[in-house]
């Protein structure tokens, strides 16, 4: 046997090595939500919260937290999106072996799920702090009923998309994924597309990436998931537009900010960041919502766990995005139509 051969196959058993270590130390599986008294994370306050500026999950947990005045520390973890793969890394995996984002830690128990993060968060803030929650039962239903038309599933995250506003968002935000992508180096996309447990997100970053925002216009696949979510988002967006029509006040529910305005204002944003806003506006009127992502902007909250956390790069994909959106034809065409 040569020695460059000998040289080669050691090389190869060297790599494998290296990627079964790697991998069985970012084993990862589902988490239920709900706080998990059995874990106790090392901690330095009593709250502190994993969150991420661009994740939408992750924006409802900073919204919550922010409107009860709860303190805590800030853990900022990465998304690829905002330059790494930190929530596959052997460290987050400790503190969400499900290896996704929000995490609030309570004591050093860890809470997963937002939705389930905004209850506790509600139930377990000061005494002087705000009731998110309504007492009313059958506003309390609808509160529960906002939440979960607005929640992405771990399990189908983009199914459904007509009877929910929550699948529509991942697919309304892939063309700022591509615009952002365009913003980070292929080195940081391969942790990922090694090790990333759903292989479709990686293997679609790296399309991303390669292909740009116009060469994917050309998978109709993924053209026909964006226009069947921005078709059903729109009667969301009607529908929506007529509840606050029919509120008895500011917010969804009437006078009362509640849990369910934190979640709308998340869905909100992500809808304005990409360009979608004013594309449903230019096509019906929508004076209620208008005014509404108004005055949620208008909050406090806002300006602490939005405007202060906000992270570059999706300022940049925002803006690429609505550059693109506004001077390549094909883009436009394909992902705005006008209505007929
Ligand atoms: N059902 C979960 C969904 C959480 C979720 O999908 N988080 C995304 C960010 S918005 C995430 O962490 N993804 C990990 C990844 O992209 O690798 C919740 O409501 O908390």
Known sequence: MSTGLILSLVLLAGALIWYGIEKSRRRSHAMDGGIHTD????HEAPFELYSNAFSHCSRKARLAMAELGIAYIHRPIDLVETGQYQTISPAYLKVNPAGILPVLVHNGHPIYESDYILKYAAAHAGPDAPQLTPDDPQKL???NEWLDYCNITN???LGNPEGRLGPCVPALTMPIFVTMMQCI???KLIPGLLFHPDKKRPFFF???KLFGLRGLMRAKPLTDLVGDARDAARNHLKKLDDALGASQGDWILGDQFTLADITLASALLRIAETGWLDYFKSLD???HVAAYYE???ARPSWQTAITDKQHHLVEQGSN???ALLKDDQLIKSTLQPLAN
């Open 141 to 143: 239903a609808a509160m």
């Open 295 to 297: 005055r949620l902007q």
């Open 206 to 208: 790296s399309a991303a």
């Open 155 to 157: 399990d189908d995250p």
């Open 320 to 322: 690429d995005l609505k």
């Open 185 to 187: 180096s292929f080195k």
């Open 285 to 287: 009127d929508l004076p």
């Open 39 to 42: 874990i106790t994370l090392p």
